[in-house]
């Protein structure tokens, strides 16, 4: 799973980059400037996803295709700019009262939903309402339940009342707001707007076809301005040798890169003529989470044996072919809330035997398996299909623990039943994923002991008191160093328990089409400006029908 620079830890990437390749000008295209390559309306984006939507309510979506896909359909109340610093979007301007217990928005008049009814205070406060009520089976409601008081003042003015200073507070108004006349005393979770949702973004809804595509048509109406862009269809390729395939014959126009693919497959004229790539490091981060209702892994000395048994090292150089950092929490290496002095873990498997012995596990038998109790030490790791680069590090793992005495099975899952049957239902062992990391740094919805439900995002059910205490007194002020004081602590406890065998941090290596002019690196992302993305009339090539 992947989180938004919204609410959730499961969006599409947000990227902090420092560009290090950049495809040069093709052969044969039009220079930057001149009349030839003049930005155009038309032609269509088409991106490669391993995964498919799930539900395309912002609300109620936990996956990274889903969130990707509303993010271009929704609008919140505010967002980040390219550097990352907080900026309008449905509202025009606010007010944070000087005590930081109220904020009042002042919205923009006449956007208007896609159905051409107006947006207006009603929708925020209906979004708000249906966000904290019990009955709605969201991951997204923490933020909102710290609401004392949320009020409509006219249809133009929206303010929030808090009891006491919330430090996420404004930025969780980033989340996407929902249209009252359509979702008002209607169930939510049965609403047609799950497979056909009707915004104020940038791009309308037009087709969705069940793990093939989902196709979008520009709203040329947008308030920020029509795109440049007239389509954008998200092709469902649930294997990446096989997105490659179609990127390579020009059936799709964008993609991530794996890393043999972005170092060796794309170093070629047919790429370097026709495609632009770029690399960074992402703010993201995987992992290998545990269940930790498994008896198996109640003991901190089984997961810090673990710890000692898989080599980081040999899974970025060998797997990410460098392009990549050793994680060890859930924060990006170089951001103001990483803490870089946490408990570290050094491939060292006798450390590990001792760990195992210490906590019991004996091969008495000489089979080369631990038990304990008349129990092997058995488990199984799952993760989602199409992700080659978790695949082979789920190998390595197990062969790793293999040397320790651990027996390990693999197990790939189709996407949506992976998120559906295994981890909602919480039915796993210990599970390879990856999390993005928000601006944001509060840890509530994935660390806190109230979000263990069903659906909620600490599906490993990991419960630490002072983790509590800790997330609730960082997002209960706007100091920054009594935040960092708390995140810092919460990260060498999570050293310290291991629920997460931290790996790696990624470098995120996107592929575009060439004749896509306009993409614009940026501490965000480059995708923060895609309504300015174009394609010259002269090199578009695709139509959206009617």
Same mark, same amino acid.
């Given at each position: ?158 303010? @929030? ?5 919330? #430090?996420? +507070?404004?930025?969780?108004?980033? /989340?996407? %707001?929902?249209?009252?006349? &359509? =979702? ?113 892994? @109640? ?5 810090? #044996?673990? +710890?000692?048994?898989?080599?980081? /090292?040999? %899974?970025?150089?060998?797997? &990410? =072919? ?225």
């Amino acid at each position: 799973m992947n989180s938004s620079g919204r609410l959730s830890w499961i969006l599409t990437m947000l990227l902090a980059m420092t560009v290090l390749a950049c495809g040069p000008q093709t052969p044969g295209r039009a220079p930057a400037g001149s009349a030839a390559a003049a930005p155009a309306y038309g032609d269509i984006m088409v991106e490669g996803s391993i995964g498919d939507a799930s539900n395309l309510i912002p609300l109620l979506a936990s996956d990274s295709t889903s969130h990707e896909i509303a993010g271009l359909i929704f609008n919140g109340l505010i967002k980040y700019d390219k550097d990352i610093r907080i900026v309008g979007d449905l509202a025009e301007s606010w007010e944070i009262s000087k005590d930081g217990l109220v904020i009042t928005f002042h919205l923009r008049k006449g956007v208007r939903w896609h159905d051409g009814r107006p947006f207006t205070a009603a929708d925020v406060l209906y979004t708000y309402q249906v966000t904290v009520d019990p009955k709605t089976p969201t991951a997204y409601a923490g933020d909102f339940l710290k609401v004392k008081k949320a009020e409509a003042l006219d249809d133009w003015t929206f303010r @929030a009342t808090y009891d006491k200073p919330f #430090a996420p +507070a404004l930025m969780s108004w980033s /989340v996407g %707001i929902l249209p009252k006349h &359509l =979702l008002a005393g209607k169930e939510i979770t049965t609403s047609p707007l799950g497979r056909r949702p009707i915004g104020t973004g940038p791009y309308k809804f037009k087709e969705w076809v069940t793990g093939q595509k989902i196709v979008l048509v520009s709203n040329p109406d947008y308030f920020e301005g029509r795109p440049y862009i007239d389509g954008y269809i998200l092709r469902i390729i649930p294997d990446t040798a096989t997105m490659f395939l179609e990127l390579r014959a020009n059936g799709i126009d964008r993609m991530g890169l794996t890393p043999l693919q972005f170092t060796r497959q794309t170093e070629n004229n047919l790429f370097r003529e026709n495609f632009n790539k770029y690399r960074y490091l992402s703010f993201a981060y995987t992992y290998m989470g545990y269940n930790l209702k498994n008896p198996l892994f @109640a003991d901190k000395r089984v997961r810090q #044996a673990i +710890a000692h048994a898989v080599n980081r /090292v040999e %899974i970025i150089d060998g797997v &990410l =072919l460098g392009l990549g950092k050793p994680a060890t929490g859930p924060y990006k290496p170089g951001t103001w809330a990483y803490n870089p002095d946490v408990r570290a873990y050094p491939y060292d498997p006798a450390k590990a035997k001792a760990l195992l012995a210490e906590a019991g596990w004996k091969d008495l038998n000489g089979d080369g398996v631990l038990e304990k109790d008349g129990r092997p030490f058995a488990f199984e790791i799952i993760t989602n299909q199409g992700n080659e680069i978790r695949a082979k590090c789920a190998e390595i793992i197990q062969r790793r623990l293999s040397e320790v005495g651990i027996k390990v099975k693999i197990r790939v899952v189709e996407w949506a039943a992976f998120v559906k049957d295994f981890i909602n239902k919480r039915k796993f062992d210990a599970t390879i994923l990856g999390w993005t990391i928000p601006m944001e740094p509060d840890l509530y919805d994935v660390w806190h002991s109230s979000k263990t439900g069903p659906e909620e995002l600490n599906f490993i059910s990991y419960k630490n008191a002072e983790v509590d205490a800790l997330i609730e007194k960082g997002r209960e002020t706007f100091d920054q160093s009594v935040r960092k004081r708390c995140y810092d602590r919460i990260q060498e406890i999570l050293a310290e328990e291991q629920p997460y065998l931290f790996l790696y941090v990624p470098d995120a290596l996107p592929i575009i089409h060439a004749r896509f002019r306009g993409v614009e690196v940026a501490p965000l992302g480059i995708g923060h400006n895609f309504i300015k993305w174009y394609v010259p009339k002269a090199e578009q090539k695709l139509v959206m029908k009617p």
